[in-house]
């Protein structure tokens, strides 16, 4: 049976992904009650946990750990204080890997994490605990997500695997929000016509829907400009790839924050038939 925890699951992106490639949730833990609600209301088996703290209980051996642990403390947007940061998650997530014992470990980061000496830290615990361990930096919109998002990912287990394989096409947001430009408040982007995979999307409620090119600068009141209208959350969240029905918990701020956080769920897709296929499984 190929069974999963989801270790830092949020609203649950990866978990999709996951469940899609045929795999079976025994646990997706967060600490974070909003999160978890959408988890349940998904249909996994969603646990409100800290994770710096051991899980209670008995686990049945499972195939597979998958962990997105916050990017925050990595991110190049922040201070970058990696291990110093208190968010940072891989301290907890050995202590977890060394309980549950997984068969495969599977973990996504935001890509700027790669080549920090911390990264390389990273990597050799995780090598002194599997035998093959490869991390590759992927971008999701070669994955049939209409967002340019770079993920670092790290697949790691007892048997040599080939790389997560690119899907054949590319998806446009126009394929959901027909012809326009996409562009963020607040940043130096230029605006996207929406015929291109659009720009990273955040936990910010910032992204606007344009009709005409707003250019490099944004009017004043950009929410009451005639030609603009922000994305909601359901919107943005079909552009992480997920699907139309996910069952987000919280309020609309709550709701971008587990879709801006989300692993999109096809990228999580590719990677898990990565090792899937490595250990005999076949479509
Ligand atoms: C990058 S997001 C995960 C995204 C998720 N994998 C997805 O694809 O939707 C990181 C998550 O870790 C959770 N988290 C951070 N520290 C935690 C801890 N100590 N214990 C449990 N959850 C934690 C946050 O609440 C957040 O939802």
Known sequence: ???VVDLFAGGGGASVGLRHAGLRHVLSVDFWERAVETLIASGFPGYHHDLSKPIPGWLPPVWAVWAS???QPHSRNGKRLGKEDPRDGYGALFDQIDRIKPRWLMTENTSHLDGTDYWAEVLEKIRARFEFVEAFVLNARDYGVPQDRAR???IAGPRPFEPP???WGRLAPSAFLGDGFLRAEQSGATARSTSEVCQTITAARNLYFWKTN???RLPRDTCKHPDARILSPYETAWLQGFPLDHPFRGTLGEMQTQVGNACPPPLAY?????AMEADGFSW
């Not at 590719?270 to 990565?274: D, E, K, M, P």
Request: proline share 15%; glycine share 4%; hydrophobic share 50%.
């Open 69 to 71: 642990p916050p990017c």
């Open 270 to 274: 590719a990677v898990a038939r990565a």
């Open 152 to 154: 670092l990912i790290c």
């Open 1 to 3: 049976m190929f069974t």
């Open 165 to 167: 394989k690119i899907a």
């Open 214 to 216: 707003p250019g490099r």
